[in-house]
């Protein structure tokens, strides 16, 4: 066994053990209880001592964190100024509830907790129904607007989901609720995409198809926005105003291409004069009448590097407009461009001069003009859907 043993079992019992002194010296009353309770729950250990010291701990914490919960309870329920201040109240029964069980478990403090009452569930049961009522009062204010505000039928409906969370089905709060929910929603028509010079009408009724499958239409970008295709719009036959499901629209979203540059095929080149990495015969010279010498030069040659380079690259406009105003609410283009390069390299010269380099060769891949458009419309109607999910992914 390690000499460290002992003194390790040591700290882990004193660690182990907390009687919640500090928490209670520290204003911790409830951790201080919780820690005293389980010290109470474990065997007295090496000394009893710390038993004694729990139980005392135990006792002032529970006296001092039964007050203080009492005076907030009072405080709170008497604050009529503070929104849905019942349910700071249940907060703080809960934590009243807690504090008791905890105390509770300890047998031998069954004399003094005797006065303290041991459940608050009839106290917990009545806040929970004042909670659910103020929710309730709030949702039925809200929902009298509902009509003429979105906001207000979306206030109205979270206060009476809130509700029946508090009390089940609170005076059919939920039924409430589904009643406001299609007035909360926010509805955004995607617009067909705009006529342009850039791109023929068959393409741009093709990237609008594009567009509205990567949208996944069906699937709502969050919970109060739903977005809707063209043909899912109709005409009000009253004022023509936008509808959708015989709601308003409240927004629109429209898109035009702005910009688009074709298969671009440009080619490229640049030559430089390369050196051997060592010199090399390249001849003889006589430095007296009968010896002759080599000359080494380094040889060298011309190395050029051809680029040809590809590209298409197109410009959509995308923006929110207000349908009731025309105001643009928000504009977020999508940029997209489709590249392809390809090097290949000649040379020309002492061959030596290249040391031990491969030239390289061409690629034989080269993409057709419809292949590399075909990327670049894919790309950009990924991009154009993602920001429109994206910018409506927020409960507006």
């Avoid at 009408?201 to 093709?206: E, H, P, T, V």
């Avoid at 298409?312 to 923006?319: D, E, S």
């Avoid at 390069?341 to 003009?369: K, Q």
Wanted: charged residues 25%; glycine residues 4%.
């Amino acid at each position: 066994m390690s000499r460290y043993a002992p003194l390790l079992l040591l700290i882990a019992l004193l660690t182990g053990c907390s009687s919640g002194r500090t928490a209670l010296r520290h204003g911790h009353f409830d951790v201080a209880v919780k820690r005293a309770s389980q010290r109470l729950q474990q065997k007295p250990g090496l000394s009893k001592r710390g038993h004694g010291l729990a139980s005392d701990v135990l006792r002032q914490a529970f006296v001092l964190a039964y007050e203080q919960h009492q005076t907030t309870i009072r405080r709170l329920a008497t604050n009529t100024s503070q929104p849905f201040r019942w349910e700071s109240v249940l907060s703080s029964y809960n934590a009243l509830q807690k504090l008791t069980d905890d105390a509770r478990t300890c047998s031998a403090c069954a004399d003094w907790l005797a006065p303290y009452p041991a459940s608050y569930q009839d106290r917990l049961l009545e806040t929970r129904q004042l909670a659910a009522a103020d929710r309730y009062e709030r949702a039925e204010q809200a929902y009298a607007f509902r009509l003429t505000d979105r906001l207000a039928a979306k206030d109205a409906f979270v206060n009476y989901q809130k509700a029946a969370d508090w009390v089940p089905d609170y005076q059919q709060s939920r039924a409430r609720a589904d009643d406001a929910f299609p007035y909360a929603l926010l509805r955004v028509a995607i617009e067909p995409v705009s006529p342009s010079r850039e791109v023929s009408a068959g393409d741009n009724l093709a990237i609008q198809r594009l567009i509205l499958r990567k949208l996944s239409i069906n699937t709502p970008p969050s919970t109060f926005v739903r977005l809707y295709a063209p043909e899912q719009v109709q005409a009000s036959v009253v004022d023509g105003a936008p509808l959708a499901e015989g709601f308003p629209i409240h927004q629109a979203v429209r898109m035009q291409v702005v910009d688009y540059t074709p298969y671009n095929d440009v080619t490229t080149s640049s030559s430089t004069t390369v050196y051997s990495d060592k010199a090399y015969k390249v001849g003889e010279k006589k430095i007296n009448d009968s010896t002759k010498v080599d000359i080494l030069e380094k040889v060298k040659g011309t190395l050029t590097t051809f680029r040809r380079h590809i590209s298409a690259g197109m410009i959509m406009r995308v923006q929110g407009i207000d349908v009731g105003s025309g105001q643009v609410l928000w504009n977020n283009p999508v940029d997209e461009t489709r590249r392809w390069e390809t090097v290949w390299e000649t040379f020309s010269g002492d061959t030596r001069a290249l040391n031990g380099h491969s030239l390289a060769t061409a690629s034989l891949l080269v993409p057709s003009r419809w292949q590399l458009y075909d990327d670049l419309v894919d790309e950009l109607a990924y991009s154009a859907a993602h920001r429109i999910r994206t910018r409506y992914s927020r409960d507006e």
